[in-house]
């Protein structure tokens, strides 16, 4: 039985199905940033430029320790995707509960890492001593409510494959509602300062995985939850990990090259540090469309693999690449005529001003080259190769990044230089992006992909 809210991919105008499911998404992620830009205005208008400097310093962390378990969600979103086109409910059903089942492991696994290894990431990083102490309690805060951020993400995955686009959202809007009015209650009523913050998140977190788990357990639809199917089926856990595993393995690994990156801007002073966060975060809103594009990509080649229409696919990859640089142009063009005066939004003094405004002109130019790698990426992951993304952008955001700071920093202390280290690394990704998809060896894994009930 399929429902309302399903969005059959293998179908209809392709422009509109992709735009259709990007809408929401995009909304979501737009909610999603801007609960964590609050956490920013907030920490830094009302406790100070440090509690900012250290819930920057914390982002890469968060990133490269979720990026692995998030993984994990992208790949049973493939596999799932690909069973829903290909008719085959038997078998999606199984694909779901096991994904549901191996999630409880792998919040429980996040949570136990991020709390007994904080301190030890803090002073990797090389943080400020002016801000380490804070940014042990947000990260330890964080990383202690990680389960709702794994279930919320798993099962927003599992409707997001079906087509569902539009519920996913309802229960972001619904998190970042309260992740907002809980900021301002622990921070400023309560004075928490940026435990406050930390508390405010995983609160909500975990209210929008109840809500979203509440739906999937009520419903009467294919893919509704059934507490006599959990279980794990090892060969359906398999080829989840499968995709999954690559996907999240690139994430964590790049994520934790960021933190190694920062690690170089800590070196300047921890105005620095402030700044690089707002760029951060204002880069974050750039790259919002084209994420939630290549989201929807991925759905739309893992639907359309299962169902076997490899022209469909070409077609749907070239529609999602002339979007998301169209939007992707706009808003870098008002982001680089407004950036002092946006900035100036997250924090009030000069030099922490100075420092964002210089990071971000000197990188946002770029972005628009990163629509290629997100995109293609996306189509190769929907077609069940997640193996070949990992590895090109594991070289050209980790490797290259990594070698070229090594190389700069010794010839110059230019915060310039360091800053250019992001624009490199999409430049060269997407060059080689393009020239694997183009080479048609999708193609061949098409066939390989299209799954048996």
């Known amino acids: 039985m399929h429902s309302k809210s399903d969005v059959d991919m293998t179908t209809g105008t392709i422009w509109k199905r992709i735009l259709s499911f990007t809408l929401p998404l995009l909304v979501g992620n737009l909610f999603q940033q801007f609960y964590s830009t609050v956490d920013s205005i907030v ?6 430029a440090n509690a900012l400097g250290a819930v920057a310093a914390t982002a890469q962390i968060i990133n490269a320790l979720i990026g692995l378990f998030m993984g994990f969600t ?47 990431m803090v ?39 079906v087509g569902d686009s539009r519920r996913p959202l309802y229960f972001l809007v619904l998190s970042s509602v309260l992740n907002v009015i809980l900021d301002l209650v622990f921070v400023i009523a309560f004075r928490l300062g940026v435990a406050g913050v930390g508390y405010a998140t995983i609160l909500s977190q975990l209210i929008s995985a109840l809500a979203i788990f509440a739906l ?28 999954g595993l690559p996907t999240g393995f690139q994430q964590s690994i790049i994520a934790f090259s960021n933190v190694f990156v920062l690690s170089y801007v800590n070196a300047f002073d921890a105005a620095a540090t402030a700044g690089w966060g707002i760029r951060l975060r204002l880069e974050a809103f750039i790259f919002l469309p084209v994420q939630s594009i290549s989201l929807a990509t991925t759905t739309f080649v893992g639907q359309n693999a299962g169902a076997g229409k490899p ?55 770029f972005a628009l080259v990163v629509c290629g790698n997100q995109i293609y990426a996306g189509a190769l992951r929907g ?63 098409l066939i390989r992909s299209i799954p048996a009930s």
Not at 216 to 231: A, N, P, V, W
Request: with cysteine.
């Open 43 to 48: 920490v830094g208008d009302f406790v100070g």
């Open 74 to 120: 992208t790949g049973a979103g493939v596999v799932i995707s690909q069973y829903y086109g290909a008719r085959s409910i038997e078998s999606m059903r199984r694909a779901i509960h096991t994904a549901v089942v191996f999630s409880v492991f792998l919040s429980v696994v996040m949570t136990a890492l991020g709390v007994c290894f904080t301190p030890w």
């Open 123 to 161: 002073r990797a990083m090389k943080t400020p001593a002016a801000i380490a102490p804070e940014a042990v309690t947000y990260l330890r805060i964080y990383f202690a409510g990680g389960v709702g951020l794994v279930f919320y993400n798993m099962g927003a995955s599992i409707l997001r494959a």
């Open 216 to 243: 999937l357990f009520r419903t009467q639809d294919d893919y509704g939850l059934r507490l006599s199917e959990m279980k794990i089926h090892w060969a359906m856990l398999k080829k989840i990990v499968g995709v």
């Open 311 to 365: 022209d469909r696919i070409r077609e749907g990859v070239s529609v999602s690449l002339k979007m998301s640089a169209l939007i992707t142009f706009v808003i870098v063009t008002v982001l680089f005529a407004f950036a002092p005066q946006v900035c100036r939004v997250f924090n009030q003094e000069p030099e922490v001003v100075g420092y964002a405004v210089l990071f971000l002109r000197w990188s946002i130019p």
């Open 383 to 445: 077609v069940g190769d997640a193996r070949l993304p990992m590895l090109v952008m594991i070289g050209s955001y980790v490797l290259l990044r990594q070698a070229y700071l090594y190389v700069v920093t010794k010839l110059t202390d230019s915060v310039i230089a360091v800053t250019l280290v992001f624009p490199l690394g999409w430049t060269v990704c997407s060059v080689i992006m393009f020239l694997i998809f183009h080479s048609k060896r999708w193609e061949r894994d």
